[in-house]
Structures are given as structure tokens and as C-alpha cells.
């Protein structure tokens, strides 16, 4: 179980600036209350709000946020009617880029998804358009500077558990699991005292797309502006950058 971890190298530092921008806490709360909605206001019998309501206590949420955020999905106090919608698009490149929002306004959210699209040198596509370039798949991760891990015993736990696969770079590990059994894994190693640094279902790219020099820096602009839009809540890419580019576009 080792190889590169694609995952690691494409989530482009999404919590860079959420936090600063005051978006991270608005998205989690948007994700605790469709979860709710969907599958009632009990975590225990809820994963999927259990998982929105452990990102959003790694994020320092404060607790009086989340119990408002649950109280808004059953009904107490004002509330809107979100929707979850995916767009599909390229990139510069020719590079796949798919979003989900939530929005309770899909024609405003349409208009100016496609708006950042153009503005930064991609174009939206039609539903489906990149969907089959990515595999839903579990992913948690354990940073190295956050925990002293021994591989072999990781990787071990991690197969009896029921993952899939388990890579390593100088990050940190990133174990991947089926979607369907991505709680069974997560509950398993933490029973065995394991912690994830992040904990989520999300889409992998099956390929991906080498992109350098100033085709690099127009594909992160195009994934900054969608990240920043109010309703976007994630956003998916194939493009693979370089750390030598990396260094270079930060200095």
C-alpha cells in the first residue's frame, strides 16, 4: 500500500485563506443543516452530519454556532431552502474542474459560476461533461508534524480495517477507502487510537494533468476564485503542479 498520494497534491491548500475570509464557518454551517435536513438531528445516526460536525469543531466552530446550525435544519428560527448542485467545467489546459454548491438561488449561483469560469480562462460544460475523470472515495489524513505514526502499523490497521490504499509523502499519510466503507475504516482506527487531521468523502481525479509556468498560476487563480464564491462549498480539480512551480508562483 504506497504510491503517490494524487489527493494530497490537488486539494491546493483549500483552508489557505477560509478561515481569514470568514467563509469557512458560513460553508460548515450550510453543510451541518442540509445534513440535518436529510438525515435527521442526531449525530449518532447521522454520519454524514457527524462528519460536518467534527470538521467544523477541527475548525474551532464554537459550539453555540453548531447547535444553532442543527436547530435551523429542524426548523427553529429562519432558515433557507439549499440545494445542492454540481457544475462542470475545464479549466486552462483542458484541465477538469467540477464544484459543488449550496445555494438557494441556483440561476444567481449559474450566472456567476459561469462569470469566473470565463473571467479566468476556463469554460463551464454541460453536466457530465468531467464527472467520469473522478471516483468518489473516502479520504482521511494524518499530518507528520502532528502525530509520531510507525508506518507498518498504520498501513496493518488500515487494511484490516477495510481500506484501499495508503500512501505516504513528506505531509503526511493519506488512507483512501471505498465511499461505502469509509465510516467502517475511520470508527476502526480511531477505536485503535488513531486521529485524522482531515476526515471526508470527496473526488478524486483518476488522472491528472501536469500544468507549469503561467498555465499553472491561471488554473490556481480560476480554483481561488471559485473557492472564494459565497456558495461554493468544494471544488475538484485534475491539474498536478510541481513543487519547483509551487516555490515559484509563491515567490
Not at 26 to 46: C, D, F, M, W
Not at 187 to 215: R, Y
Amino acid at each position: 500500500m504506497s504510491g503517490h498520494s494524487k489527493w494530497a497534491n490537488i486539494k491546493h491548500q483549500k483552508e489557505r485563506a477560509d478561515a481569514q475570509k470568514g467563509q469557512l464557518y458560513t460553508r460548515l454551517s450550510r453543510e451541518i443543516i442540509v445534513a440535518a435536513k436529510q438525515g435527521g438531528p442526531n449525530p449518532e445516526t447521522n454520519f454524514r452530519l457527524r462528519l460536518a460536525i467534527q470538521r467544523a469543531r477541527q475548525a474551532n466552530m464554537p459550539v453555540d454556532n453548531i447547535e444553532r446550525a442543527i436547530k435551523r435544519a429542524v426548523g427553529e428560527g429562519e432558515t433557507s431552502n439549499y440545494e445542492e448542485l454540481t457544475y462542470e467545467g475545464y479549466g486552462p489546459g483542458g484541465v477538469a474542474v467540477m464544484v459543488d454548491v449550496l445555494t438557494d438561488n441556483r440561476n444567481r449561483t449559474a450566472a456567476e459560476i459561469r462569470h469566473l469560469f470565463s473571467k479566468y480562462g476556463g469554460s463551464l460544460g454541460e453536466s457530465g461533461c468531467v464527472a467520469w475523470m473522478f471516483e468518489r472515495k473516502g479520504i482521511l489524513f494524518l499530518a507528520k508534524e502532528s502525530a509520531t505514526i510507525d508506518e507498518d502499523s498504520l498501513t496493518l490497521a488500515a487494511l484490516e480495517a477495510g481500506a484501499e490504499d495508503l500512501s505516504v509523502d513528506e505531509e503526511g499519510y493519506t488512507i483512501t477507502t471505498d465511499p461505502a466503507a469509509f465510516e467502517q475504516v475511520k470508527e476502526k482506527l480511531e477505536e485503535q487510537g488513531f486521529s485524522f487531521d482531515e476526515a471526508e468523502l470527496t473526488m478524486v481525479p483518476t488522472s491528472t494533468v501536469p500544468v507549469s509556468g503561467q498555465e499553472a498560476e491561471k488554473v490556481l487563480r480560476l480554483v481561488d476564485a471559485l473557492e472564494d464564491q459565497d456558495d461554493v462549498q468544494h471544488v475538484y480539480a485534475n491539474f498536478e503542479v510541481s513543487d519547483t512551480t509551487m516555490e515559484a508562483l509563491r515567490s
